[in-house]
């Protein structure tokens, strides 16, 4: 590496098909910084080393992905809130000897909301999946006074997510098993927003929804896919046939790029420049994970 170039990594495990350097390389090479994103792919086992030889080697901070998000806590000397209510980080920002954590997945998830325009008519969402990324949107929704259904298919694991957040939240956090389809039949016909935090629909698995098709959308929804390869996955499609709204996974995958850029450079990202950079990168087939 050569020593004029600032670094920032992406710490992951794999990492190979990650957008994340065509975006943020775009980024800095639009606002003129001799910068470099560079992808890391680390073991579990070597995390920390990993984590501390990012502070010796001058590195300006770094991505998390999968399996690092929550694992990588301890090695860090502060958190910022979001990161702190969520238990998970997705963003180091490396100042002097200390490692600072973030989580830029809930301002990602807020901000395509915001520019898909959705306005909430019930304040109540149907949130499929209790993953990592689930961890963030739960956060975003209940810290905008929105009440969630979760449903997952291992019932656990969303208990265990919402027992993790009610002491924080006046907000409702309700949990209904996989398999209880009327049950989540009703929530859906009241409900305004329906978010999808699972894998499912994810390529190559493109033919797959997360929603038994026995269940009914309706015009009333707004429909929200984080799978962004391929953008427009089975479920959008099944949206769109009821009439509902959607929005793919793109937008929170470009804003919380944005906002990692704005932490590390402590200058405006450039959005547009960025957003193209994504859509081309994913045009390109690049993210199609390994199968
Ligand atoms: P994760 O932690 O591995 O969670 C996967 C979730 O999918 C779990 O809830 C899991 O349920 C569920 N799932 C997997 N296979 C399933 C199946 N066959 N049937 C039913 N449920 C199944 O993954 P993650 O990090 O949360 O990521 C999930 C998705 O979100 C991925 O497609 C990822 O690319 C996407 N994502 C997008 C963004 C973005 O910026 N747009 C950001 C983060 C993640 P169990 O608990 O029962 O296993």
Redesign the pocket.
Known sequence: MADHIRHVGLLGYPVGHSLSPAMQNAAFQAVGLAWEYVLLSVAPPSLQEAVLALRENGFAGANVT?PHKQAVLPFLHELSDEAEAIGAVNTLVIEGERLLGYNT?AY??RQALVEAEFTPTSNHAVL???????R?VLYALLSQGVSVTLV???AD?AFALARHFRPFFAETIEVVR?EEIEALQNVLNTADLLVN??????APHHD?S?LASTLRLGAHLTVYD????PRDTQLLQQARTAGAKTID?????LH?GTEAFRLWTHREAPVAVMRTALESAIISGKAVPPV
């Not at 935090?197 to 994810?202: A, D, E, F, N, Q």
């Open positions: 999968i997945d990602g998830f499929l999946g209790a993953g990592g990324a689930s963030a997952n298919r291992t694991k996989y935090t699972t894998s499912l629909g994810m797959t997360p984080l799978v962004y390869t996974g793109m937008g929170m995958l919380q």
